[in-house]
């Protein structure tokens, strides 16, 4: 093994993690303003309503993220009617691609969340806003979202870890994030291991940084349940 | 069955392998699990260092890059000690051995937390009832302690072996014939994406609700003791 190759092409590598991050950020950032409506409209007693959100969290819930991430990139350029559209500057970058793939993914993983967040919330909360007076909008606006957000900030954390994880898909459609810059050095130098092994690191950084900004997020939002009040849920 | 330009069949054969690849790892995983969890609950210190080691690697990196690490790296490992041996021709593992190490291993480093949950929460009462009545450490554990260490597990082993489902499909990026390899080289000669990924996104689909079903069917077997 030789690690000196690792510090030749370090400064690649954190050029690859920086579009990963952008991936992230721009996918999480999306996905969230996505659930939410989501969500709520899932939560709806109207069939007709909650249907199709239940529907759209079923196919992306229950396909692998590498089959949606493929349909988007190869699978709306098979209809010419794309292809000539206003969309299609943006379907055919790879980085947009992914962008969509990624946030439609994970704004049904995080619908599911803030569905489970605005069930969670006891009855009588809802009927203590309904006894004062307040109207549906106000109700949600100064006392269910708000708990909500307590209520989800767990989860939402390892959901962000797990769209960091499957950020790494992105390379499969030839952008170069940080596992695709990987195995670019790695067909140019064939040293697998050690480049593999540094991303892997640079990925764990990342994750821990993620986990210990949440732990503060979560500090601060739930602090007025006392210490350990919130069981942190686990992956799946 | 639907002929997909001749394709349909293909894909079946893809929907084997993907099956074998999964059920193949869930076996390594659960062991994994298992072996985890107990190493975290030891009172060894150097295994307890170990077991975590392992779980805070395994899930912070991407899958994606355990399922290139092993491929890439298992084969270069090898390469490196059979030279030792003064063999040095190319050595190359399959994609499916490769597979069902990386898969395994990711699944068994949720498994080892699942597993630990499920440890953690049997009375203390069941082990010194089972030492009473004169069992050994293995009787114990396989009549009295895995029995109901599964049922409290199940639920959260189910959503892994979901996610694991998916993650299948990650290993066509080294090559095993699974669906979704199958639906790439069928793209390649129709130029027809969004039809085969569509039939391959059906495909695994079809094996979630399968697989929720089996859960469904095993958790309630598993409680049929449990009066709620």
Known sequence: MDFSIVIEYFPKLLEGAWVSLQLIFLSVFLGGVFALPIALARTSKNRLVSGLPFLYIFFFRGTPLLVQIFLVYYGASQFDVVKESIFWPILREPFWCAIIAF???????TAE???GA????????VEACKTIGMTKVQMYRRIL????????LPAYGNEIILMLKGSALASTITILDLTGMARTIIARTYTPIE???AAGVIYLAISMVVIAIFKQVEKRQNSYLGPNLIKVPDKG | MVDLHGFGNQLWLGLVVTLELALASLVVGLLLG????????SSVKALQWIANIYTTIIRGIPELLTVLIIYFGATAF????????GYDEYIEIGAFAAGVTALGLTFGAYATEVFRGALQSIAKGQNEAAIALGMGPYRTFYRIILPQVWRLALPGLGNLFLVLLKDTALVSVVGLDDIMRKANIAVSSTKEPFLFYSAAAFLYLALTVVSMAVVHFLEKHANRGIRR
Not at chain 1, 104 to 109: M, P, V
Not at chain 2, 78 to 85: N, P, T
């Open chain 1, 103 to 109: 946030t439609l993914n994970t704004s049904a993983y």
């Open chain 1, 113 to 115: 969340i803030f569905r």
């Open chain 1, 118 to 125: 605005i069930q969670a919330i006891p009855v009588g909360e």
């Open chain 1, 145 to 152: 979202l708000p708990r909500a957000f307590g209520i989800v």
């Open chain 1, 195 to 197: 480049i593999f092994l």
């Open chain 2, 34 to 41: 298992l072996l985890g969890a107990s190493a975290k609950l």
């Open chain 2, 78 to 85: 090898l390469m490196s000690i059979a030279s030792l041996f």
